[in-house]
DNA sequence: GTCTATAGTCGGATAGAC
DNA sequence: GTCTATCCGACTATAGAC
């Protein structure tokens, strides 16, 4: 039996984040429909009327755990973008260190889209908002894809020695993207078709050596 | 005024038909359960009991379209897969001709899912189904997305001289069909990031050459 | 801040006339 | 096969006690 003044809370955190959390679950795998408020509230523990008292409606609350993956996808990539930007802002960077920061770039971001266990509900609701954009997706590109897919490209036009607004540097950058977001996108389809069950820490490292070995080869040869 | 005896269609298509036209729209735009059997039904310019009378129920509906869609990617690919197929199943190949069936193997790719209109609404059909596997899953899979998968496959274990079992030759498949499936998967964030609208036929042919140098590129430098 | 209870709406499916 | 009318369950949001 709790006290009089303990928080009615079962862990720790607050039930407002304690729903965020619950959020990113439920919504990731059923989509704003999909999901009702009734799971949302139930997952968090909390009660249906929390919902909107915390964040005005169910959207609202929605909009919350896009923008709490904006920060949380923020605080992982950091030192990798950091490190990266401030490299591109000194001028045009010697072809081997712009080949390791690539290299480095592919392979973190293999580690946190494909292996992070943390990514699988926010891969969903990212993908979600990508098929039918609404307000979380300004959001999500804003503050999250726009820094990632610049520096990826910064990066090649730096390597490639192309000015950064080239369109084909751009489209590159997308195409390499796409060889690791494949399988984070596609995962079902690349499990089943690879009659692997899930991307093991030893499959993952397959996964970045490949990316290495394509980027090397694409960077090697083009004009 | 209609005679007696003309069937209530607005258009020729059977009521049937019409309704599985909507559902491609509707169920791709706003997902199963964002997709209101009413929405369907004024779409089809039908009735709202014709759902179950046709198809049982809701979710009958959503599988039959998942069948149409196979259907008709199979009338669309057969031509190029029958090509690669016969080539693949005379033994190897000499190099040059497994190259350009690849090539035409990834124009082709590009231009169904990027290009074509029809793609729009099946796409988002598709990944919402990839997303949160069901039962329509395995129809897509198995009727669709096996046998392009395996033609790549296929091509690649030729052109590398690999077994088509070795599991390298499947990872180097799928990252190959990441760089063109980016454009369709993740079609919002890849317009934004290029300042472009849509992609027109020019831009289509600028991402099957690029795509195309990114194939040769790894062909020629695998190991 | 958290709870119960409920209002008001909209969902899918059905019955039965035509 | 197609229609109207309707049932009933599930939904989100709110009111108001604590």
Known sequence: MRARSDPPQVSGETTRQRLIDAALQVFGEFGFEGASTRMLADKADANL????????????????????????????TAPLLEQIEHALRNGPLPRN??????????????????????????????????????????????????????????LLASILKRSRSDPSINLRAIAILGQILVFRNCRQTALRSLGWKEFSVERLEQIQSLIREHVDLILAGAV
Chains 1, 2 share one sequence.
Not at 100 to 124: F, K, P, Q
Request: some cysteine; aromatic content about 10%; glycine content about 10%.
């Open 49 to 76: 009327a929390a919902i909107p008292y915390h964040f005005g409606s169910k959207e609202g609350l929605y909009c919350a755990a896009a923008q709490y993956i904006v920060d949380r996808m923020a605080q992982h």
């Open 97 to 154: 260190q712009a080949l390791e920061l690539m290299h480095n770039y592919t392979d973190t971001l293999v580690a946190i889209l494909v292996g992070s266990s943390e990514a699988d509900g926010w891969a969903a609701f990212i993908m979600r908002e990508q098929l039918q954009p609404g307000a979380a997706f300004d959001v999500l590109y804003e503050g999250m894809m726009r820094r990632v897919g610049d520096a990826g490209a910064g």
